[in-house]
């Protein structure tokens, strides 16, 4: 290679040189994909330098010269992109050709496929070209070059021969590196501009932060001075940027609060800090703040702290109100009659109210201690994770409802080793997103409901009156299809149809249900929960009037089909006051004026207000009544309970709901009334606002009522005191009889521990168990000699006689079965139906051992009595066989232990 080859290359690196100028400067006036028309210009620019570069060659021969385009092409596809390069290779195509010569194709492809490979090389590499190494470089430069030696070979075979032989080591060694370091200038700029331009996006992010913050932020030294205070802060502290950095820390921050100097400790300590401090406005007026501070070197190697303010006022306010709020909450919480509890999702106790102990006997601490199984029974606690399953499954279904309750009746244990009965209401507390966390449950003593229920099991002829002169509307349904298969007399009553009219038939046919969506309710609870109870609801009646009731329903079984019990209030006439409250104080108080119910208040022991139907009930003038003490409208009788009550209505303790006292008149006369009374403020002070109901009547009707059931009563058992004369009339020879069996046959019922109505029932069925032998001849009852077979056949139909004539006798207890059955024996050889133990009533049986120790033991017409000692013998060695077993033993320990003994037989133990 001559000098003039490599004064030719210098030349070429110099223009080179050039071009990473000319890419420092684009990178900072362009950015790629942006700005087309400054894309060209560099097209062209690169066009120039192309030309130039191809004015300084190395002459190898006639027509074949060397320079560094392809250097100068490749970096151009690789750093500037599609159009600036195809533009420069156009430009430096065109020139080569002109140029002509052997090797003027030879050149231009040389320029194509320099400006291929870059362009090719930017498209396919995957990280960008800030990442670019100098050997990626160099290794981009030997593919162009070697690319650059192999369009040697489209020269004349010779001449590229010869070309290959001069040249190809020179270009490998040379010109990879020139390209490898004109890349490396190329990318440090890019870097550079890069790095500057990420700073720039990154202050202006913080520069927006800084001045769009909703809190104070201020640049200060750890001197206390303010170097700079954004937006906020010149808001939160009322003050202007130059203001705030005028009077420094000490200006806006209280130094007297107790907490600033561990604070600044701290801070001095670990470099930052973050407390609440009390701070000042420019009014003086001090705020608490949230400061948050930390120290960072600035730029110049100076210590400089960031502080955010954050304005606590509106926080503190919300806070105050929750904890007022959850205040008010945990104080009904702990403080109401039913138990309030919380349970995780592992059925584990988070908290329980303090009315636990009078439920369950327990402690509150005790409680959250125990393992919720040891809560309830056995059977009650398998039908609560019953549920408790079936609503796990609801949450995962389409079918999951955020609001749903679960209402179960559940015995719990109490601490004494009893159970009570609760009604316990359980729904989920869930979190933001609706994901149930915890239990909530509310647990209500029901005893006293549960004992009732059983009550009106035992009776049905008790439910049946109940049912019929209850005033409110009464109706069972078939849950399937709505279908009414029983109403009362009150839905005759309200609704003016009559039991013709609707059984057999739905509400919907008549279109009782104003909205359709009520009545969905309803089903919807009785699925869900198995009752409802105070649903709210609109119905036509039979005259097209419009009434509001209050409903509440169950399901209950009937001969194992579902049905609804639905008991109906009318509440027209108070949905209709509470309405005329809501509009109008004249009208509420025309409303009370025409009360029938007398309604007056009470305070500080004298009436304020009474109503005309007060004035009515009591026979005084409203002056009158305001000036007397309350006390002295009271019966001595009820004075004392009725004042205990009021006193601890007005101490907020609980009381009974309702109660029951006799009023004096003015003219000296008593009236019975049901008394409700709540606590009101009147006139700024608490008073009680009484509501008076005159029952007189209803006491006069009870009364006249229980006096005429006990004259019915008197009159039954004189009856029966009759037949059992008539029958010994007719058999003098068993006179006593059947009163002594009737002594022993209650003697035994009452060591059995049968109830006061069984052991009535008894009493009445072993007076005349033997009324049937008035249908047996005189003769034959009064024979001295043994009975004949036909004789003895005769007298064994006395029974069933006897209860001929007394079955179509409408007794309170099947006194004609009890006749029937008092010759059956237990191994069905008695008579006459020959009825097995469990085929006849237990009555049945204690009248069978109570006649056959006492006819065994008596004297009778054929032969003399054989002693209590016999008859007993009699009954020990069949017990089980003849005589149960149950009533046998009874029968034994009357006689062996207790002393009983039949009149005018002494037994000798």
């Known amino acids: 290679m001559s000098d003039a080859s490599f004064v030719g290359l210098f030349q070429n690196a110099v223009l080179l ?28 620019a ?48 065109a020139f080569r050709f002109l140029q002509g010569g052997t090797g003027v194709w030879t050149g231009v492809s040389v320029i194509l496929v320099s400006g291929a490979i870059g362009l090719a090389w930017r498209r ?21 070059h070697l690319a650059m030696l192999g369009l040697m070979l489209t020269l004349p075979w010779a001449t590229a021969l010869k070309v290959l032989s001069h040249i190809a080591l020179p270009v490998l060694l040379i010109y990879p590196a020139g390209t490898a370091f004109l890349g490396v200038l190329m990318v440090n700029r890019l870097r550079r501009e890069r790095a500057k331009e990420a700073l720039s996006q990154s202050e202006n ?16 030294a750890p001197d206390g001075r303010i170097l700079a205070a954004n937006p906020a802060a010149c808001r939160i502290f009322g003050r202007s940027e130059k203001e705030i950095c005028r009077i ?35 009014d003086g007026s001090r705020f608490p703040g949230e400061v948050s501070t930390a120290v960072f070197i600035d730029r110049d190697g100076q210590p400089k702290t960031s502080m955010i303010v954050r304005d606590m006022t509106e926080w503190k306010r ?88 679960r209402t179960l009746d559940l015995e719990m244990n109490r601490k004494d080793g009893t159970t009570v009965w609760t009604e316990v209401k359980l729904s989920f507390i869930r979190d933001e997103h609706q994901q149930p966390v915890a239990i909530l449950g509310v647990t209500r003593d029901i005893s006293e409901r549960r004992r009732a229920d059983e009550a009106i099991v035992e009776s049905e002829e008790k439910f049946r009156k109940a049912f019929c002169t209850i005033p409110d509307s009464v109706s069972i349904n078939r849950f399937e299809d709505g279908l009414y298969v029983s109403i009362n007399p009150g839905f005759t009553r309200i609704t003016g149809y009559t039991e013709e009219e609707i059984i057999g038939r739905t509400s919907g046919e008549y279109g009782i249900w104003i909205r359709t969506e009520d009545r969905q309710r309803l089903v919807a609870g009785l699925k869900r929960d198995g009752r409802v109870s105070n649903l709210e609801a609109d119905f036509r009646m039979k005259s097209g009037e419009v009434r509001h009731g209050l409903m509440s329903a169950s399901i209950i ?11 109906t209030r009318n509440i027209t006439d108070r949905k209709q006051a509470e309405r005329a409250l809501r509009e109008s104080e004249e009208k509420y108080r025309l409303v009370v004026e025409n009360a029938e119910e007398a309604i007056l208040i009470a305070q500080d022991g004298t009436l304020k207000y009474v109503n005309p139907a007060t004035l009515a009930l009591l026979g005084y003038s409203e002056e009158e009544l305001l000036s007397r003490p309350f006390a002295e409208l009271i019966h001595a009788g009820d004075r004392e309970k009725m004042l205990e009550a009021h006193a601890k209505r007005m101490r907020g303790e609980e009381t009974e709901p309702v109660k029951q006292f006799r009023a004096l008149r003015k003219d000296g006369a008593v009236k019975w009334a049901d008394s409700h009374a709540v606590v009101i403020v009147w006139n700024g002070r608490a008073a009680t606002l009484n509501f008076f109901t005159d029952i007189t009547e209803r006491k006069k009707a009870e009364a006249s009522l229980a006096k005429s059931f006990a004259q019915l009563r008197s009159a039954l058992d004189a009856t029966v005191q009759a037949i059992a004369v008539t029958v010994e009339t007719r058999d003098p020879y068993t006179a006593g009889h059947q009163r002594r069996v009737a002594d022993l046959s209650c003697a035994i019922a009452e060591e059995m521990n049968l109830s006061d109505t069984a052991i009535d029932s008894i009493r009445m069925a072993a007076i005349i168990h033997d009324l049937g032998k008035i249908s047996v001849p005189a003769e034959i009852l009064s024979k001295p000699t043994r009975l004949t077979d036909i004789e003895f056949s005769i007298m064994r139909t006395h029974p069933q006689s006897g209860y001929d004539i007394l079955k179509n006798i409408e007794f309170p207890w099947p006194i004609a079965r009890m006749v029937l059955e008092h010759h059956e024996r237990v191994d069905g050889s008695g008579y006459p139906n020959g009825l097995k133990k469990d085929q006849s009533l237990l009555e049945s049986r204690i009248l069978a051992v109570a006649d056959t120790v006492e006819a065994m033991a008596s ?51």
């Not at 030309?51 to 320079?67: E, N, Q, Y």
């Not at 070209?129 to 050997?135: H, N």
């Not at 929750?322 to 109401?336: G, H, I, M, P, Q």
């Open 17 to 44: 040189l050039g071009v990473a100028f000319m890419f420092d400067v684009a990178a900072s006036r362009w950015r790629i994909g942006k700005a087309l028309l400054w894309q060209a210009l560099i097209g062209v």
């Open 46 to 93: 690169l066009g120039a330098v192309g030309i130039a570069v191809m004015l300084t060659p190395w002459a190898f021969g006639s027509g074949i010269v060397f320079d560094t385009r392809s250097v100068l092409i490749g970096i151009s596809g690789l750093f500037f992109g599609f159009l600036p390069t195809a533009i420069a290779v156009a430009i430096t195509a």
């Open 124 to 144: 396919f590499r995957d990280r960008s070209l800030t990442e670019i190494s100098w050997r990626e470089l160099y290794l981009f430069g030997l593919v162009v």
């Open 205 to 220: 992010r913080y520069r927006s932060l800084f001045n769009n913050s909703i809190d104070a932020i201020l640049l200060t």
């Open 248 to 282: 420094g820390r000490e200006g806006i921050m209280d130094s007297t609060d107790p907490r600033l100097p561990a604070a600044l400790e701290e801070r001095r300590r670990t470099g930052r800090f973050r407390e609440e401090l009390t701070l000042f406005r420019q």
């Open 318 to 405: 919300v806070e105050t109100a929750l904890w007022k709020s959850e205040y008010k909450y945990r104080l009904l919480a702990d403080n109401v009659s039913d138990v309030i509890f919380v349970l995780d999702m592992n059925l584990q106790y988070l908290y329980v109210s303090p009315s636990v102990k009078s439920l369950r006997g327990y402690e509150p601490e005790k409680v959250l201690k125990q393992p919720p199984v040891e809560t309830l029974t056995p059977a009650s606690w398998d039908a609560a994770m019953k549920s408790f399953a079936e609503v796990l499954e609801l949450e995962k279904s389409r079918e999951r409802d955020p609001d749903i309750t």
């Open 557 to 567: 079984d009937l001969k194992g089909v579902p049905h609804i019990l639905n008991i």
């Open 859 to 909: 004297h009778r017409p054929y032969r003399p009595g054989l002693g209590i000692e016999i008859a007993l013998r009699e009954i020990e060695t069949h017990r089980g066989t003849l005589y149960d077993e149950t009533v046998a033993d009874a029968c034994l320990r009357l006689f062996k232990e207790k002393g009983y003994q039949l009149p005018g037989l002494e037994f000798k133990r």
